[in-house]
């Protein structure tokens, strides 16, 4: 049933006004929760620009040697290749968001699923960026020494103890990344996504 079959019936009179205007309203109503993500997720796009121009900016902000800054770059390079093919895909999501129209049921429900979609999407994108973060953060370590502080500290410290600390980091930043990506992936789309999914079980009752 669409905005047409509904027109039509009304024009007709070959149906209680009683049901249609509620089966329009709880349509109507998903328009609320989709507002919601379509702006939230025009300020996401907007957010991940400006903190790519941040990073990029971390060498010269850091001071990097001319031989770190080149490994810097180089490695920048494949992370803004990763960053624009999810961004590519979420900035399309978003198009099609502004595109959507809840007049049926069968609409809604292909939004709804998009939506969960693409929520893993945002999820599986965080997640490939840990690997480039984790190197950053070690190329700023590294730039506050010199190659015989680095010798002279492995010595002392020893290449287990370097490498129990890169394993270290590595899990710390995957769990506090996970729980962060989790709460803010449910903060600005999830709970707006089980608003649809409540609107798809009232119409199911239609």
Same mark, same amino acid.
């Given at each position: 049933m669409d905005f047409n079959d509904i027109q039509s019936a009304w024009n007709n009179d070959k149906s209680?006004?009683?049901?249609? /205007?509620?089966?329009?309203? #709880?349509?109507? $109503?998903?328009?609320? /929760?989709?507002? #919601?993500i379509r702006k939230n997720l025009k300020k996401?796009?907007?957010?991940?620009?400006? $903190?790519?121009?941040?990073l990029g900016s971390i060498p010269v902000i850091c001071h990097f040697s001319p031989l770190l800054q080149t490994a810097f770059y180089g490695l920048f390079v494949l992370f803004l290749v990763t960053c624009g093919y999810f961004l590519v895909k979420?900035?399309?999501?978003?198009?099609?968001?502004?595109k959507v129209e809840t007049n049926t049921k069968d609409n809604l429900y292909d939004t709804y699923f998009d939506v969960?979609?693409?929520?893993?999407?945002? #999820? $599986?994108?965080t997640y490939s960026l840990v690997p480039?973060? *984790?190197?950053? &953060?070690?190329?700023?370590?590294?730039?506050?020494?010199?190659?015989?502080? *680095?010798? &002279?500290?492995?010595?002392e410290k020893s290449a287990d103890f370097f490498l129990g600390l890169l394993m270290g980091v590595f899990l710390g930043m995957m769990v506090c990344l996970g729980s962060v990506t989790e709460w803010?992936?449910?903060?600005?789309?999830?709970?707006?996504?089980?608003?649809?999914?409540?609107v798809l079980d009232e119409l199911k009752e239609e």
């Open positions: 209680e006004n009683v049901i249609l /205007p509620t089966y329009l309203q #709880k349509l109507q $109503s998903a328009n609320m /929760p989709l507002d #919601k996401e796009l907007v957010y991940q620009i400006f $903190s790519i121009l941040f979420l900035y399309w999501f978003y198009k099609r968001l502004n969960r979609l693409n929520m893993e999407l945002y #999820k $599986s994108f480039f973060v *984790l190197v950053f &953060v070690g190329m700023i370590f590294l730039n506050n020494y010199t190659v015989e502080q *680095l010798t &002279v500290l492995i010595h803010w992936v449910n903060n600005l789309y999830g709970k707006y996504a089980k608003e649809l999914r409540k």
